[in-house]
């Protein structure tokens, strides 16, 4: 098996990886339906975990992780010890640069890739080690993510992006005129990001597992905390959905957005119907109404209930079906996930693509932890890509925040600008603890 | 967690699945550069193999399989695992046609889908136990899996059959007109079957890896025994492509078909130049010439590269990506997997939608085990849904046969019929000791 560079002693210039740790993670959310939806009634939020060290000397550890539900975490674990052996005695190489060729490496080593390619368990277990990766060069750096990112000049985000398989779409002298265009207005988005901060939006007031009052109650409190928009779980009976439309739009009057999300529960003429069935409440989109791989159909579906919006991408498996999702005009929002795609590379290619196609980037959020990492990569966004967060909005799930050191914050309806050094992946030691699978004191 | 079916304690007409034993078989393929393309240099032919026991004291097991190359068949195995908590202790459903219960349960796992949904490592492993539990069932039946099938009424097939995200091409009524029209014709048609065998076409003359003697000698060598059609990889350089096409073609001569495999290498408008670049050896499809993924580009290849076909399905996730790729007209030749989507009940609408849409399914074979299990898919189409084996082959590599109990057999470029019940997919007992990673003999 090749390692990713040459395996090399170290130097006075040169670190290796000496160390690629492991955890199953799991919080129980089950127990009170937080998260529950229309095909996930009972998640457990759930980390596949990973640490990184290095023998550089200076103690800095590169966290990552990628977010499961429960069940078959253990199997994203294996996924990640499955490139172990790629990376640990490995020369790490000049950081931010040689990412590039690590990403590449470990999506396309040539047994491992059968398993994919660039799809499901594997390419999850990409995104946690690269977001790790990512973690320790904004350390080494000195920078949170999103600033790591945003000061790059257009040439060297252009060698970080994944742009294999998109090059009837977008190359890399289209991404180099879209950067160009954003460079310059950065300072002074980036003075008002800090001041204003970017905005959210509110997912968990709406799960499906909550009774009618707590739905009604969530919802007003989200309008009195500041958010502009809410969403909410359809895709169970008809019924249910009219009546939980119902509450939500009564309990927010009618000048705050209402986002619907179906969870993947619906044919393509179904989707159709049943959205138009939900249209009175004015939703501002229907998320996911059928399978996460259509693309014809989804565009079917956009066109038929317009002026009603199409989400989708927290299922997303890769690059190239966000490229068809735009090329076939199937998508009005577009959510991508810091953890399904294979990391921080292959989203500046989404990030991009998005751009040329002038389609809204709303980040999936909620889980564990997504809401730490998609806030970096929406505030580049608007700092370095599209240059603008007109009718854009990063979810935000109010659960378990507590467990990271460096947690997303959320107020007055807008997410505050992390200042710590990394991609603030990283759980507080305690909680590593007590939420390991099966052993920790959450679980025995 | 739920289990699939209720827990029960055995009855006289009920039994229960009492064990699901994984285990990690590779065979050490590499070292001859058996199997290497363009895209998968270096395979080491692997099973997540599985093996399905009930407690109704037939001594009758399921066994079955996913195929990989090597590495990361230990997460499959893993992913296997992770479903055996729904299957043991479950009440074994009424045989077959409890099994599109069963299949649907392991697919929609309210935490494990989250994982796929319905792809990669996650998808495959669902495919490793639904083919044992097809096997099982057709041991039962006393019947190969192709005649079991073919024996089926038309209501069966349908109940059996996985049509979810598919009614936008085709519904329930629509398989029942298809099975209907080719009824009559059946006995016949299993007739011509037995006495003559289903055609086959060879790849095992073209890997990437063999010099050129070794490609010509091969080549001349396919024909004598029979062979219309060989496969040749490409996708290196385009002077070896030309270089190795001209080889070939002068072995086999004019009047014997031609295929070549890019697994995966171009990029789309890479893909129309390279082919082009071939045209003048007159091949007979292009196959995966670009990202899996890719069904707008595809399509667009498949209308520049004319009258050279385009072929794809082998890392095709599911039928949903089917489906789009035969409504996009970005198919001539469909080369489904018995192993990369959920067995049986997915592939039956698979070969449903390819009648629907009047496309050739020449299925994809080779690895390990994957000749002995598609020829039962292949058999059943001609004698009861397709009803016709023009212009169709089941790819033949000559690579393992040896190792299996029931192995394909192929004489005069023609697949001959199994007999034995069951769906060929046991390893003799002494394969799954040898071949155990990493302690059996072949390994240590």
Chains 1, 2 share one sequence.
């Not at 977010?67 to 190489?93: C, K, Q, W």
């Not at 059928?290 to 690059?319: F, Q, W, Y």
Request: net charge negative; hydrophobic share 45%; proline share 6%.
């Amino acid at each position: 098996m090749a390692t990713i560079g040459r395996p090399a002693a170290r130097t006075a210039t040169r670190t290796r990886i000496t160390a690629l740790d492991t955890h199953d993670i799991r919080f129980p959310t089950s127990r009170r339906l937080h998260g529950s939806d229309a095909s996930h009634p009972d998640p457990d939020y759930s980390a596949a975990y990973v640490i990184v060290r290095t023998d550089a000397g200076d103690d800095l550890e590169g966290h990552g992780f990628c977010f499961t539900i429960g069940r078959g975490n253990e199997v994203e674990v294996a996924a990640i010890d499955a490139l172990r052996p790629l990376l640990v005695g490995a020369e790490l190489p000049a950081l931010p640069a040689g990412l590039a060729d690590v990403y590449r490496g470990l999506v396309d080593d040539g047994q491992l890739r059968w398993l994919g390619p660039e799809k499901g368990v594997t390419h999850m277990a990409v995104a946690a080690v690269m977001n790790a990766l990512w973690d320790l060069t904004a350390k080494r750096a000195g920078k949170p993510l999103w600033k790591l990112l945003s000061d790059m000049a257009p040439e060297e985000l252009v060698a970080l992006t994944d742009f294999r398989y998109l090059s009837d779409a977008l190359t890399p002298d289209d991404a180099l005129r879209i950067l160009r265009r954003a460079a310059p207005g950065k300072a002074g988005r980036e003075a008002r990001l800090r001041a204003e901060g970017y905005p959210a939006y509110l997912t968990s007031c709406g799960w499906l597992g909550y009774d009618d009052d707590r739905l009604a109650r969530t919802s007003r409190a989200a309008v009195a905390d500041g958010f502009t928009q809410i969403k909410l779980k359809v895709g169970a009976s008809p019924a249910d959905d009219i009546r939980r439309c119902r509450i939500a739009r009564e309990a927010i009057g009618p000048d705050i957005r209402l986002a619907l999300d179906a969870n993947q529960r619906w044919e393509v003429g179904e989707a159709v119907e049943r959205t138009r069935a939900l249209a009175r409440f004015d939703p501002y989109w229907i998320e996911e109404p059928t399978s996460p791989d259509e693309i014809i159909g989804l565009a079917a579906i956009r066109r038929a209930v317009a002026p009603v919006k199409v989400a989708a991408g927290e299922h997303t498996a890769n690059r190239v079906i966000f490229k068809q999702l735009l090329q076939a005009g199937a998508l009005d929002v577009l959510q991508l996930d810091a953890c399904r795609v294979g990391g921080v590379n292959e989203n500046l290619a989404i990030l991009l693509l998005a751009a040329e196609f002038g389609v809204p980037v709303w980040p999936h959020a909620g889980g564990v932890g997504l809401c730490e990492l998609v806030r970096h990569l929406a505030m580049f966004d608007y700092v370095a890509v599209s240059g603008t967060w007109r009718d854009r909005a990063v979810e935000y799930a109010d659960h378990l925040h507590e467990h990271f050191l460096d947690p997303a914050i959320v107020t007055g309806g807008r997410y505050r600008v992390p200042t710590a050094p990394g991609f603030s992946s990283a759980l507080r030691p305690e909680a590593l603890q007590a939420y390991a699978y099966p052993d920790g004191e959450a679980w025995v």
